[in-house]
């Protein structure tokens, strides 16, 4: 719960619109209500969350799970484990990179920078 509130408040900085789960469960149902009209998500998967842990549901996700048109959603893995076999399972899982726990607010902001602007220009015609 403290980290939630941490990133959230660091992202509040740079989003306009910051959802929270508490579950790998939650996540997919709250994906599912999306609509392809909606901002295109940025999601930060805990990799140990509990009932789906963050492995599993960026599996599911990019299964469609959540829907067809999130498969390619960016999916950053947040961890405390840094080291390379963990690195390792989150690439295997599908997550597009990773950022360690404890979050600094620079790293944070690079990450959500970089897939900002890949995702705008992964838009363009």
Do not use: H
Not at 50 to 64: M, V
């Amino acid at each position: 719960e403290i980290n939630r509130v941490v990133v959230k408040k660091l992202l509040s900085q740079l989003c306009e619109t910051i959802e929270t789960a508490n579950n790998g469960e939650d996540v997919l149902e709250k994906l599912k209500k999306l609509r392809p009209s909606d901002s295109f998500p940025i999601i930060l998967m805990d990799c140990q969350m509990p009932i789906i842990d963050g492995y599993t549901c960026t599996r599911l996700i990019r299964e469609g799970k959540a829907g067809a048109w999130l498969k390619d959603v960016p999916i950053i893995a947040m961890t405390a484990d840094a080291m390379t076999e963990n690195q390792k399972d989150c690439k295997e899982a599908g997550m597009d990179d990773f950022i360690e726990k404890p979050i600094y607010p620079d790293k944070l902001k690079e990450k959500i920078s970089f897939w900002s602007q890949k995702i705008t220009d992964s838009a363009l015609p």
